[in-house]
């Protein structure tokens, strides 16, 4: 199936994206503040350079696009089928560096949370989100993930 932008368009389109301050990314912090967490961001000293990062808790958080990370068995992770190649590749080397990334934190001393963006896309899961992240902080897990998979089995 062809693309159905223009390749200008498609251009434009992805240079437009960001990689901080996305809107998942804004929502997880607010959802943090109300649950009353105080937070520091994108730390470059550390491996992956976390979105968000509670020293005093030794936590940090990623907010992950479900697309560009390949979050399994979400229907926002369809790999395009132009340039199927390409994508495969760039997609698997993404996962292959969040995992490399995620053992080197948890090396580290350091617990470690993935909020996908699908976990921020309904009401239902935002207003969750509060709740949810401060269980999984205060709790004893060393890694974790936030997905509206997992999240809809506990509403």
Excluded at 70 to 83: D, F, L, M, T
Excluded at 130 to 135: G, M, R, S, T
Aim: glycine share 8%; charged share 25%; hydrophobic share 40%.
């Amino acid at each position: 199936m062809a693309d159905v932008v223009n390749k200008a368009t498609r251009s434009r389109m992805m240079s437009g994206i960001q990689a901080k301050n996305t809107k998942p990314e804004i929502i997880v912090r607010k959802a943090l503040f109300r649950a009353g967490f105080r937070f520091r961001l994108h730390r470059k000293d550390l491996p992956g350079t976390p979105d968000i990062v509670l020293p005093g808790r030794r936590v940090v958080i990623f907010v992950h696009g479900c697309f560009w990370h390949v979050h399994e068995g979400c229907r926002y992770a369809q790999i395009p089928s132009s340039r199927r190649d390409f994508w495969e590749r760039k997609l698997s080397a993404n996962v292959s560096r969040d995992r490399r990334n995620r053992d080197a934190l948890l090396a580290g001393g350091w617990r470690v949370l993935v909020v996908w963006e699908c976990a921020t896309r309904s009401a239902d899961h935002r207003d969750a989100l509060p709740d949810l992240l401060a269980h999984w902080i205060n709790g004893s897990e060393l890694s974790g993930e936030l997905g509206s998979i997992n999240i809809s089995t506990i509403l």
